[in-house]
C-alpha cells in the first residue's frame, strides 16, 4: 500500500510534468509570440522584448542547407533595405558542429546579426530554414519551414511593416 507521502511526491512530480509540457507547446500562429533571447556573435544579447514595435523574422538555418545559403543574402539585404520601417531578421544557426571561429567571417560580412545561442521555445519544424514572423504588437503571423523568396516576403511583410507601431497596452505588453 501506498503512503500519502508517497502519493504527494507522484502527484507533484506529475504536476511539474505537466506544466513543464504546457510551457513547451510550439509557437501558435495568430497567439502572442513565446519570449526570446539571442546571443549575438559579437556578444551582445537582444530580446522579444527589446523588439517589441519591430516586424521580426526569426531564422534558423545551417551552412549545409542549400536553401539556407540563398535565402541568407536574400534576408540580409531585404533587413538592410527595411531597417528603416522597423523590420529586424535575427538568423539563428542550428549547427553545433561548426566552431563559432568558423561562422565569424560570415557574420563580419552581412548587415544583420547572426546568432550562435538561442533560448525560448523556437526551433527548427520540420527542417531548415525555418522562419517565424513576429508583427509589431508581438503576435507570430507567420511559422513555417521552407525558404523565402522575394515575392514570399513582400506579400507577407509589407502588410506588417504598413501597420503602426501598437500602444503599449498591446497583446505583447500584457
Known sequence: MMTWSKRLTILSAAMLCIAGAAAARPPVVGQPAPPFEVTYFDGTKVSLTDLRGEVVILNFWATWCVPCREELPLLDGYSKLRQDVGLRVVAVTTEDSVPPVMLKPLAARLTMKL???????????????????????????????????????????????????PPATSVAAK
Open 115 to 165: 546568432a550562435r545561442h538561442m533560448h525560448g521555445n523556437y526551433a527548427p519544424l520540420t527542417g531548415v530554414p525555418t522562419n517565424y514572423v513576429i508583427d509589431r504588437a508581438g503576435v507570430l503571423r507567420y511559422a513555417q519551414a521552407g525558404a523565402f523568396d522575394l515575392d514570399s516576403l513582400n506579400a507577407l511583410l509589407v502588410p506588417l511593416l504598413n501597420e503602426k507601431t
